[in-house]
Nanobody, 113 residues
């Protein structure tokens, strides 16, 4: 399993970004996927998950602002982030949760004016 995240960058508060995670070597029909984020000195935290049915879960700080989705044909996972706040600044990672755990490399998101 290989995961390649992209789409991070610098954005002003209130702005939007869409992260992508291109996957290879996965079985999209059974894979559960997620996005995590980490700031220096803190543990990596779960942001959102999605299962093959499309059901999604979100961490409380991002509910109503972030949307996780996937394109099965392209084998790509997305995280649409709207109304970004400075506290969303972090390195964001995609991860296959099931059937085999696998991490992608991170992509930096910085929210600052």
């Amino acid at each position: 399993v290989q995961l390649q995240a992209s789409g991070g960058g610098l954005v002003q508060p209130g702005g939007s970004l869409r992260l992508s995670c291109a996957a290879s070597g996965i079985r999209s029909s059974v894979a559960a996927m997620g996005w995590y984020r980490q700031v220096p000195g803190k543990e990596r935290e779960l942001v959102a998950t999605i299962i093959p049915s499309g059901d999604a879960t979100y961490a409380d700080p991002v509910k109503g602002r972030f949307t996780i989705s996937r394109d099965y044909r392209k084998k790509t996972l997305y995280l649409q982030m709207n109304n970004l706040k400075p506290e969303d600044t972090a390195v964001y990672y995609c991860k296959q949760l099931y059937p085999v755990e696998a991490w992608g490399q991170g992509t930096q998101v910085t929210v600052s004016s």
